[in-house]
Each structure stands twice: as C-alpha cells, then as structure tokens.
C-alpha cells in the first residue's frame, strides 16, 4: 500500500485479475537487492558469475524464441488508427485492453507479483517521469533496479496524486502466441505480455521513455528521441556536447564511450559520457537545447564489445553487471564473438549447449556462442567516462545534432544540413541496413527516420511536424549533421576505422557548429575539404579518404526516388515544408548532374 490511490486502486484491479500468491514492494535498498538475488538464484532465473572475476554479476538465458524486440507484436493502441500512423502497428484501446487483460487473468496464481517505481531522470527534476511497473519476473526485477532510479525515492517524488505512467508486465510462460506489447499513451498507460527481453520487458527503457515519452513531448512541446549524449573536452578545457540518433545496434554506446586516439588523448581530448541510448530535449532559459539521460543504466550489446572497440565499456561491466545470453564458461566467466580474451574453458553457447568452435555454423545455436542480440545491464555510474553532469537537473547544453545510418554505399562519412529544417529532412530520411537488436532480415535496408521508427508513439508524420516546430521554437538550435562510419569499398573493406576516430568527425562537426572549419557545398549538404579533417596518424590512405566524402549525384537521384515512395506513405499528414526540402534536394541534384 502507498499514500497515492489511483496507484493503489490500480494495483488492486490487477491483482485481482492477475492472482499472484504474493505482491512484493521493491524499496531499492541494497539489502533488498541481495534478497532478491538469492531468490532469483534459488528459482534458477539467474546464476551467479565467478566472484572474483565478476564480482556482483549474473549471468541469465533466455527462452530462446525471446532474445529481441518483437517489433510485430508492439502496438500504439490510440481511439483513431491514423493518430497511431502508417509505420506503426495499431489496436484500438478497447481491442488493446480486452486482449491483455485475458492473457494476464490468472497468470500470476502461484507466483508474485513486483511493485516497482520508478524515475527515469532525476526524481524530482523537470525532466522527470515516473512510472510504477507491475511484473511477474524477479529478473526484470533486477534489470530495472540497474536501468532506473527504482524504489522509496521515486515513490516519495509520486506523493499522494502524482501522475505516473502504469506499466503492466507479465512474462507469463514466454509463450510467443501470448506476446503483446500494447502502449496507450492517451491514456498514460503500457500493458507487455509474454516476453522477459529487455526491449519488451523493461518498461522504463524503449515503452516509456521513448513511446510514451514522445507522445507526451509532442503536446509538451519538447523531444523524447533515440540519442546518446556525449561531452568533448578540448584542450583548452571547453566541453561541448552532441547527441546523436543511431539504429538499435549501430555503436551508440561505442560513441557514447568512445576513447580518443592516442595523439589526439595526448593533446588533452577527453570524452564525457552522459548517455548512450536516450535523450529527452528541452528549450533550456538561455535558448539553447538542453538534454538528459533519463536512463540509469547502459542495456549494451555484448558481441563485438571488447579493449579496442570500447575500453570503458569493459570497464563498466566488470562489476555489478547482468548478462544475458551470452556464452558462460565453466569458471562462471562470460565470452561473446568479438571478445577479446580467450575462449573460456568448457564453454556453453547461449541455449547451453557445450560449443565447439570448430563446428561453428553445424551446432544449434545459429553458430555463434554468444547470441549476436546477447546484453549487458550495467550501472551508469560505473562508466569511468562518466560525465560529472550525467546527473545535472538541467541537462547539458546541445551544440550538434547527428543523424547516423548504416550504409555501405552512397553516403559520405559525414555532412552537415543546410539549417534546421532541411535537417529534420535529412533525419526523416535516414535509412540503414537491418541489424540484430530486430527480428528481421540482416542487412535489409529501411527507412528509420531519426532512428526512431520502432520508437514513435504516434503518427511520424506528425512527428516530423513537431520537429519542424521545435525548430522554430528553439532559440539558438544546434546544427544537425549526418554521419556514416559504414561506408565500404568495391572489395567490401570498410573504408573508415571508425571507434576512437570518429572524434577527429566529431572535431569537424564541433568546429562547423562555432562556425569555424571549412567545408564545400554538396547537393546533399556541407562536406568538409579535403584539409578540413584532421586525420593526422589515421590509418586511411588518401583515396580512400576521398571516396569516404564522396557525393556521387547520379547515385542520389536514385535514393531520393526511394525516399519519395517512403515519405508518401504519410499521405496528406505529411508537412509541405518536407516536400519542398525533398523537391529542392531534387532540383539540386538535378542541376548538379546536369553541369
Ligand atoms: C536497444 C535497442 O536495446 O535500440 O537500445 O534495441
Ligand atoms: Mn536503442
């Protein structure tokens, strides 16, 4: 029981539906934690990790049909199908209700049921939204006490009558045909069924601070978007921060971590880590744009992490740190593909069976070890990159916005729009090759606009209409770039190296936004000079540095007939203003392939 009553009639009616034998208050104690953890032990949801390797960590398998986000079974369910949008799946309300609340019924009898708020952002600040999560998995449990402020704190921020967000998820027993992820942002409101994984399952992350988070933006009059946030500290002491929108699983938290290159370090560059997956953007009172991280946790990718592709990432994971479905060694150490020690002995793959890495691509777990979606949930704070404004009330000041795809061909490393709307253009358009934190065909290209397809808990039409607002709204707006770390040649190496040297990119794009550095006029936008880049100790030769800003119109011409398809989906909800931007894009190239 709390001193709020809608919270407390609420958890009733889903009691009284659900049927746990037990209603748990998670208080977020350190003692509870440690509770929690010989129960999930005990009921086999988690092991324990080898302690003097990784202290505090846990090691989790999921049930195999359940290792990403289920994209086709999200839905908004808002009163009109048109306020939901052409990209999003919808069901009514009614429909939404009806069918979760039959999934639910019963579903907890023998089990128990945890009452868990939370805040994501400070509780207290602005910023903030609290949401309570209601779950049948002690797993879950232990995710969110990583990725959010979790507990007493955010339950005294609710006082009496607070608004929060009422999340309702049952894992039930993982069964695909009772999988739904329902979101009812009219009515504050997020019901998950049948699914442990993080993206499904930890409301807080993608559900609230993204879906929910967006819709509420919208008539705030503020941004809720799918962005790292990240300081550079120059030599002169100066630290001005960007945010930047990738795809699931296109290095957000390599950048948002990154470690500078050597020559570079020496100079005195120093990274501030703020956030890596989400931001949520306010007009601050000197007219810039003002970001945090609502988050309290990184809910990272495992493969491909390791020393060189991002050392504080390892640092970070070390302690206190949930693994899931990655691959477990006898010794009760973790190893993924890409790591960067060796294979432990008698290792098990991420379904447990014994791996044999000579019989990879024969044995059942698709060949890998560790599965190429596998996590960790790590504690923010112990990022040795960590920003000391990662808790600001404020937020950090935005100097640059970055858009950033995956593509092999056609765009360069990196452009800058022309002004803030043809920006929003540039954003609406992103389109990246398919990775693994979807179900889905790797490697397939599609349109994700700001990153944020998956994510948009309403109509992106009016989505990007809300941008275009936000632009004129705003002051003193950051400069929006694009950048490609992607880019491939004919024989399909990799031009760029990407990791630590996409500062000497972010340098440029620092510079362009003081307006200082140079650049040449592109159809598609501004591209640095050849000079422009310090790639000074960059393993790049230097026709390949030129095929990395390479503007080939012919290709362009082709792309924005692609582009045309995508954005007419939108019908007549679509703003003129991003027509005229993709007919001025036409006409430049137009009349650059025509000279
Ligand atoms: C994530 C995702 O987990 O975008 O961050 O899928
Ligand atoms: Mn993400």
Known sequence: MSRHRTLDAWIADITALARPDRVVWVDGTPEEKERLIEDAVSWGEVERLNPDKFPGCLYHRSDPSDVARTEELTFICTSSREEAGPTNHWMSPEDGYRRARAVLKDSMRGRTMYVIPFSMGLPGSEFSKIGVQLTDSLYVVLNMLIMTRAGRAALDALGTNGEF????????????????????????????????????????????????????????????????????????????????????????????????????????????????????????????????????????????????????????????????????????????????????????????????????????????????????????????????????????????????????????????????????????????????????????????????????GYNMADYFTHWLDMGRRIPKPPKIFHVNWFRKNAEGKFLWPGFGENLRVVNWILARSRGESKAQETPIGYVPTPDALDLSGVPVKPEDAEELLKVRPEEWEKEIESQQRFLSRFGSRLSPEIWREHEALKERLRSSVAA
């Not at 503020?222 to 002491?237: F, K, N, Q, R, T």
């Not at 504080?312 to 206190?320: D, G, P, S």
């Not at 704070?381 to 795809?405: K, M, N, T």
């Open 165 to 456: 967000v009422r999340c309702v998820h049952g894992k039930i027993d993982l069964d695909i045909k009772k999988r739904l992820i329902l979101h009812f942002p009219e009515d504050n409101a997020i019901w998950s069924t049948g699914s442990g994984y993080g993206g499904n399952a930890l409301l807080g992350k993608k559900c609230l601070a993204l879906r929910i988070a967006s819709h509420a933006a919208r008539r705030e009059g503020w941004l809720a978007e799918h962005m790292l946030i990240v300081g550079i500290e120059d030599p002169s002491g100066r630290t001005e921060y960007i945010t930047a929108a990738f795809p699931s699983a296109c290095g957000k938290t390599n950048l948002a971590m990154l470690i500078p290159p050597e020559p570079l370090r020496r100079r005195g560059y120093k990274i501030w880590t703020v956030g890596d997956d989400i931001a949520w953007l306010r007009i601050g009172a000197d007219g810039r744009l003002w970001a945090v991280n609502p988050e309290f946790g990184f809910f990272g990718v495992a493969p491909g992490t390791n020393s060189r592709t991002n050392r504080n990432a390892i640092e970070t994971i070390r302690k206190n740190t949930i693994f899931t479905n990655v691959a477990l060694g006898r010794d009760g150490t973790v190893w993924w593909e890409g790591a960067d020690w060796p294979l432990p002995p008698g290792t098990k793959d991420w379904l447990g069976v014994p791996y044999d890495p000579k019989s990879v691509g024969q044995n059942g777990a698709m060949g890998y070890a560790a599965h190429p979606n596998s996590r960790f949930t790590a504690p923010a704070s112990q990022c040795p990159s960590l920003s000391p404004h990662w808790e600001d009330p404020r937020g950090v000041p935005i100097s640059a916005i970055l858009f950033g795809a995956r593509r092999e061909r056609l765009a360069p490393l990196v452009y800058e729009a022309f002004d803030w709307k043809h920006g929003v253009y540039v954003g609406a358009t992103m389109a990246s090759e398919r990775t693994a934190a979807q179900t889905g065909k790797v490697g397939e290209l599609r349109y994700d606009p700001m990153a944020m397809l998956p994510f948009c």
